[in-house]
């Protein structure tokens, strides 16, 4: 397995441009909450279960294991965005009109488009074209650029 340095480093060779990276910043997490959003809204078998266990839940596990694999400091700031994920969209459920599944299928193509926008600005690929693994480390990347700003060492 690749280390997370090796990661970032190849996630962040097609990264470059400003724009680009600015338009991932805002839109890679959200793209992360809206794949959580509609495994969200996918039925659960088991009817009495707490707003926040349900397929998008159980499906993390694997991911935290991904990103605990990679780095303690990044798979406790994952766990941590995604907890807050996870009581963002419980929030959402009770609180809005607009279903989970609605606003996670608007704001997921939103924010596709724009990555494409910013990946024909930047003039090259997606990553994940390369290996769909860039999807789980595009979150990481951001999580650790503001690690960088705030001194914590990855």
């Not at 509609?38 to 159980?58: G, Q, Y």
């Not at 965005?81 to 959402?92: E, G, I, M, P, R």
Request: contains cysteine; aromatic residues 16%.
């Amino acid at each position: 397995m690749k280390s997370i340095s090796q990661w970032l480093s190849e996630y962040g060779e097609s990264h470059t441009n400003k724009t680009n990276k600015i338009i991932h910043y805002i839109c890679v997490p959200v793209i992360y909450m809206t794949v959580f959003g509609l495994l969200w809204s996918v039925p659960f078998p088991v009817e009495d279960a707490p707003i926040w266990l349900n397929w998008s839940t159980l499906l993390a596990m694997p991911v935290m294991v991904f990103y605990f694999m990679l780095s303690i400091k990044v798979g406790l700031g994952m766990l941590l965005f995604s907890a807050a994920v996870v009581a963002f969209l419980s929030w959402w459920q009770v609180s809005m009109a607009m279903s989970v599944l609605t606003m996670s299928v608007i704001a997921f193509i939103l924010a596709w488009i724009m990555q494409f926008v910013g990946h024909h600005v930047e003039g090259k690929k997606p990553s994940f074209f390369k290996d769909v693994q860039f999807l789980l480390i595009g979150p990481a990347w951001i999580l650790c650029h503001a690690y960088s700003k705030a001194n914590i060492r990855y």
